[in-house]
Structure formats: structure tokens, C-alpha cells
């Protein structure tokens, strides 16, 4: 299983608010030659570490490809500069974060690859919408299930689901 993790909490130009900017960055991905397989729901949640910048909205997708990880990173990169994503300082706000959270189990780490992604089982943002789509996924290196390490996160990283106004009644 391949995992992208989505967020946004600025307004990208040409794109609107945050959620239209992912939206619209899931909708891009079969242009990169990126197939989305499998997608979360989207969620607010407040910055990591905690700051008074705008929440974001997270999500995760499954994917699939046949372009190598690094490759597959370098045209997410690419996409978030498409979207205007300017990297600086980390942990800044951002129009657009796409993360390689995953790649078939694979666990790599060179200066410009971590797989799995370092923080993924730290990150509430992640987990939840991972649960959403695969529960039973499991961590390469700490082998435990999605929903084994959202359960293990102590309390904090306020999250809440976005209510879709568009899809009408469940």
C-alpha cells in the first residue's frame, strides 16, 4: 500500500480556501501519473507543535504507481510547488504538504527519503484519516496497526471531521 498524507492551511492562489486547495491536489495526482485508490475523509486540526497559525485540514489517500519512491516524492514536491507551496522554516503554514507516508512497506532513509515518514505514528492528523481507509495497516518498523498507534497517542492534537455541506444527509 502506498499512503499520501494531504494537508493545507492556507489558501492556495487559483485554488481557494483549504480544503478546495486539497481537493483539488487529489484531483491533480492522476496528472502525475498517480492513481487514487483509496481516500480519508477530511479533517481540521490544530498546527503541530501547537501555534496560533490557521488549523489545518488533513486527509490521507492510497495510491497507486508505478514511479519509484523518489520519484514519486519529487513530483509530490512538485505538485505543492504547483500549488505555491514555499518551504522555509519547518513546521510553517503551507499551501499545500504532501507526505510519502508509505510505500509498500519499505523503509529507506537517505538525505531526501524516510520511509516509512519519521513522524506519521506521532501525528493524529495522520492516524485518524489512516484509520479511516486502513485500520489494519501496519507501521514497517513498529509493527503495530494504524488503529494500535492512534489508540497508544497520549491525549492532545485537537482534530474534528469536516462536514461535507455538499453531500447531503447520511
Known amino acids: 500500500m502506498i499512503l499520501v498524507g494531504i494537508g493545507s492551511n492556507l489558501a492556495a492562489p487559483g485554488y481557494g480556501s483549504p480544503q478546495d486547495t486539497v481537493e483539488a491536489a487529489v484531483a491533480a495526482l492522476p496528472r502525475v501519473g498517480v492513481a487514487v485508490v483509496g481516500r480519508s475523509p477530511w479533517y481540521l486540526s490544530e498546527p ?15 495510491v497507486a504507481t508505478e514511479l519509484p519512491p523518489p520519484v514519486l516524492l519529487a513530483r509530490l514536491l512538485a505538485l505543492e510547488a504547483r ?13 499545500l504538504d504532501l507526505d510519502l507516508l508509505d510505500y509498500d512497506g519499505r523503509q529507506c532513509s537517505t538525505a531526501t527519503l524516510e520511509l516509512p515518514h519519521p513522524r506519521l505514528h506521532e501525528r493524529r492528523f495522520v ?15 513498529l ?18 471531521r469536516v462536514i461535507d455541506p455538499k453531500a447531503g444527509p447520511t
Open 48 to 62: 503541530v507543535p501547537a501555534s496560533d497559525q490557521p488549523w489545518f485540514v488533513n486527509g490521507v489517500v492510497a
Open 83 to 95: 500549488f505555491g507551496r514555499e518551504r522555509g522554516a519547518r513546521d510553517a503554514a503551507r499551501t
Open 127 to 141: 492516524l485518524v484519516p489512516l484509520c479511516d481507509i486502513a485500520p489494519e495497516w501496519r507501521h514497517p518498523r
Open 143 to 160: 509493527g503495530l496497526t494504524a488503529s494500535e498507534l492512534l489508540r497508544r497517542l497520549p491525549p492532545g492534537q485537537p482534530i474534528r
